[in-house]
């Protein structure tokens, strides 16, 4: 029986009622039930890491999937109580059903060696960062020295607008050739 003098029953319900309000007004996902574990996001020079809190919940009713991208933390906490063995619930705080939760992450990452430890009711996801390229110094060559490509002379200006066009028998402009032979 609730106590109508105590302000719990009423304001839980109130705030229970509000939250659900706002998750169907501002385009909450239809497949959630209305909660979402807590998340901490951590980040050192080797790794990422979230820990996740999922108090009650099994590890083999948890699933983390890392796709395109996309870190996605996906599982179920089943309601344990049944209404009328063991009494009848006045106030229940606590969240049941699927949860989802899915997270961007960052480029510079290694997508294939993430790890996952389950202890304690806390899930911590190891997310460790690929090794990231060095810049490398490009040399500049003076104008005139050895051309980038081997094998291919370097065009002259006076030659550049008139390519197509035959200079000599045999020979047209800019094809680097000499001596093709008749066409």
Sequence with gaps: MVNRGSLTGPVFGLRREIDRLFEDTFGGDSRRTGWAPAVDIREDNKEIALEVELPGIKPSDVEVVAE???????????SASTEGSEGRYHVVERSYGSFTRSFQLPTGVDE???????ADGLLTIRIPKAALAQPRKIEIRKSGSQPAVQG???????????????ETEGETAGSGSANRGPK
């Design 68 to 78: 395109n991208g996309v870190l996605t933390i996906r599982g179920e906490k089943q």
């Design 112 to 118: 294939q060696r993430i790890e996952a430890d389950f």
């Design 152 to 166: 291919t002379p370097p065009r002259s200006s006076s030659t550049r607008g008139r390519q197509g066009t035959s």
